[in-house]
């Protein structure tokens, strides 16, 4: 019986003393994750998206140091853009990608990003918001609690409907079309004789499909990766509006970090971004050509097409001048000729 008592005394020894290097075990571990940079990143676009997929890269570049602690919410996770931008400003999220379009209120100078047919191409776009227009733009939201680590593409937008083709801004009289929820892109349609209206992206597919819209405009890759191919029958590619989010952390969480920390982050996120360009280049010319494999018809403008549409938009982006300031307005057409002309 002594050794059977002996026998289960070592076994509890044993026992506590497994539970024992457990408790230590957990406790280191918890300690050096505490350590690591924890960083939230939300947006409002599907996973299959070109910004969620270099985020990812994002995050395995930061992860890879052993140094932080990465986690992505993509879909509106985190309320729609308004509130994902809410939430960063009081720190109760650390980061979030938001359409510029939603910080005209925090920078004057991102009034002008997306009115229609202000850049003469993609690639203008990208030098503009890529330079120092672009970094001047961003400092703007300092004043509002907020850090701009850059731009990441959303692209030029193209118009989609279920009706008919669309050639001349004419041919849009009577359709019901479906904009972002910002007073230029609403304003700029009913300029061509559509009835235009906001409304929130996360619904699109389905007031598409129920006929409360007869179209919408959109980046290539959302009109893909979206399907709304699949409740559109005509695309005309009319380039009207490139659109861009802005990467924005919160200041007081941002100046916190260390310097290295501060220059990992920034590292990771143009890294980031020069691979989503990347991808767009590889991927979009495919995804037209597999929504034309579906079914869908896809018209490109002409020269001539084209200057209909941007002739519309003259007063509307003069009334911007104005309203927001013509010197600013000035310099950001400047930088536009300067970045054209390389």
Known sequence: MVAGLKKSF???LAVLAIGAQSVVCNSVWAAASAKKVKVQIAHGASEGYHMHRALVKMKEELEKTGRFDVRIFPSSQFGNDTEMIE?????DL???LNPSSFF???????????LPYVFPSRDVAIKVLGGEWGKKALSELNDKGLVGLGFMENGLRHLTDSKREVVHPADLKGLKLRTMQVPAHVEFWNLTGASASGSPF???????STGVFDGQENPVAHI?????????KYMTLTGHVYTTYVGIVNKPWWDKLSADARKDLQTAFDHAYAY??????DEEGKQLAEMKGKGMSVKSLT???????????????KKYASQVGQDLYDEFMKAIAAAGSK
Do not use: C
């Not at 990766?225 to 559109?232: L, P």
């Open 10 to 12: 070592s076994l509890v």
């Open 87 to 91: 939430s960063v400003t009081t720190g």
């Open 94 to 96: 650390n980061m979030a």
């Open 104 to 114: 005209t209120k925090h920078s004057k100078r991102m009034n002008f990003i997306e």
């Open 202 to 208: 996360p619904e699109l597919y389905t007031n598409l």
């Open 224 to 232: 893909f990766t979206q399907k709304f191919f699949e409740v559109q």
């Open 276 to 281: 989503q360009l990347k991808l767009i280049d």
């Open 303 to 317: 020269p001539s097409e084209k200057a209909e549409w941007m002739k519309v938009a003259e007063p509307l982006n």
